[in-house]
């Protein structure tokens, strides 16, 4: 699983050509810089930024010192296999570090995939509690663990629980 965060200092526009990799929610409207989107079309990747609606305001990630301009040039890129885990993207205008960059927020959604049919297997052999209903396998049960015991119950404190392990 890969997701990259970076300052690629690239506009991107809204051309249906990228949209596969490129989403139409970018904050410009023509341009579109070839090198990222030939590294995010090699890599597999989606960039994500672009493809959530929502004002300007909160597409900015930049702007400049003298604060008439604003771009959107810090971008989010997911792979294309898992793109749909990334639930949203936006700037957020409140963390200022002096730079002119605003901080780049993802929310994204992981699941582990677990083997249903291995857990409940794995489950079953192991505790099978309904096996006890039946009075001769509880009656086998009892006698094991009682014997169990018993045996607990006649070690010495002296005697090596390891056997010949602890004579050294």
Same mark, same amino acid.
């Given at each position: 699983m890969k997701i990259l965060l970076e300052n690629f200092h690239a506009n991107l526009g809204k051309k249906n050509i990228f949209k596969p990799t490129v989403g139409n929610e970018s904050?410009?409207?023509? +341009?579109?810089?070839?090198?990222?989107?030939?590294?995010?079309? =090699?890599?597999?990747? $989606?960039? &994500?930024?672009?493809?959530?609606? *929502? /004002?300007?305001? @909160?597409? @900015? !990630?930049? !702007?400049?010192? %003298?604060? &008439?301009?604003?771009? /959107?040039?810090?971008?989010?890129?997911?792979?294309?296999?898992?793109?749909?885990?990334?639930?949203? #993207?936006?700037?957020?205008?409140?963390?200022?570090?002096? =730079?002119?960059? @605003? $901080? #780049? #927020?993802?929310?994204? *959604?992981?699941?582990?995939? $677990? %083997?249903? /049919?291995?857990?409940? &297997?794995? %489950?079953? %052999? +192991?505790f099978n509690f309904r096996k006890l209903n039946d009075l001769e396998v509880r009656r086998q049960y009892q006698t094991e663990i009682s014997n169990r015991l018993a045996a607990l119950e006649n070690l010495n404190d002296s005697e090596d629980i390891n056997g010949s392990l602890g004579e050294r």
């Open positions: 904050l410009h409207l023509g +341009r579109i810089e070839n090198r990222i989107v030939n590294f995010a079309t =090699t890599k597999n990747l $989606v960039i &994500k930024s672009t493809m959530f609606p *929502r /004002q300007n305001i @909160y597409k @900015y !990630t930049w !702007t400049s010192p %003298d604060g &008439k301009t604003h771009n /959107q040039i810090d971008h989010i890129l997911r792979d294309r296999k898992w793109h749909a885990s990334v639930l949203n #993207v936006r700037s957020n205008r409140r963390a200022d570090c002096g =730079t002119g960059h @605003y $901080v #780049v #927020v993802a929310k994204f *959604r992981e699941r582990m995939a $677990v %083997d249903k /049919q291995a857990a409940q &297997k794995f %489950d079953v %052999d +192991r």
